[in-house]
T-cell receptor, first 108, second 119 residues
């Protein structure tokens, strides 16, 4: 089946730093989604991307849909404590496939 | 809008007992709901697709006789873990498909999850 690999697996940063993570797929997607999961909660949609090359922002978050349609990137600027959590990319086809996740930790 | 609830939020049970988890779409009708399982430090894995008024569709490797799914109304799907064992301990998350969400794809809204611990 299709796999979505995310890197890095985990990140330890200081508050105020910018964050970059990416997601790569073995197959093409026509839509890319980015979710955040807080501890003990379900995932919440952050950004949806619909077109190759598209760059979309949601506050301090910016995501890009790769030209090859096999990858996507998520950037978080000026991180704050509430950014802590696990970030998942996801690709919807007939079902929703989640990436392996990137765990973000902010060091005090 | 588009709120999905789950009940209970956590449950601890003895090995061999059955546990029922409810998933409700609170402000929209969902003909399709999904059940996911998430083990610690892992991603969400789809277990089954629940369709209102018909049988659920299970993913490969998921035992349909062990994980019973009932989608009896447009706002409620239930997952029953039968004869639970410690290896069934996990975080179970449902989602509901809102075909009228206005997004360019069929958007799934996720519940807050149910943590099951089997002793």
């Amino acid at each position: 089946g299709q796999q979505l690999n995310q890197s890095p697996q985990s990140m330890f940063i200081q508050e105020g730093e910018d964050v970059s993570m990416n997601c790569t797929s073995s197959s093409i997607f026509n839509t890319w989604l980015w979710y955040k999961q807080d501890p003990g909660e379900g995932p919440v949609l952050l950004i949806a991307l619909y077109k190759a090359g598209e760059l979309t922002s949601n506050g301090r978050l910016t995501a890009q849909f790769g030209i090859t349609r096999k990858d996507s990137f998520l950037n978080i600027s000026a991180s704050i404590p509430s950014d802590v959590g696990i970030y998942f990319c996801a690709g919807p086809k007939e079902k929703l496939t989640f990436g392996t996740g990137t765990r973000l930790t902010i060091i005090p | 809008g588009a709120v999905v609830s789950q009940h209970p939020s956590w449950v601890i049970c003895k090995s061999g007992t059955s546990v029922k988890i409810e998933c409700r779409s609170l402000d929209f009708q969902a003909t399709t709901m999904f059940w996911y399982r998430q083990f610690p430090k892992q991603s969400l894995m789809l277990m089954a697709t629940s369709n209102e008024g018909s049988k659920a569709t299970y993913e490969q490797g998921v035992e349909k006789d062990k994980f019973l799914i009932n989608h009896a109304s447009l706002t409620l799907s239930t997952l029953t873990v039968t004869s639970a064992h410690p290896e069934d301990s996990s975080f179970y998350i449902c989602s509901a498909l809102d075909r009228g969400s206005g997004s360019a794809y069929n958007e799934q809204f996720f519940g807050p999850g149910t943590r099951l611990t089997v002793l």
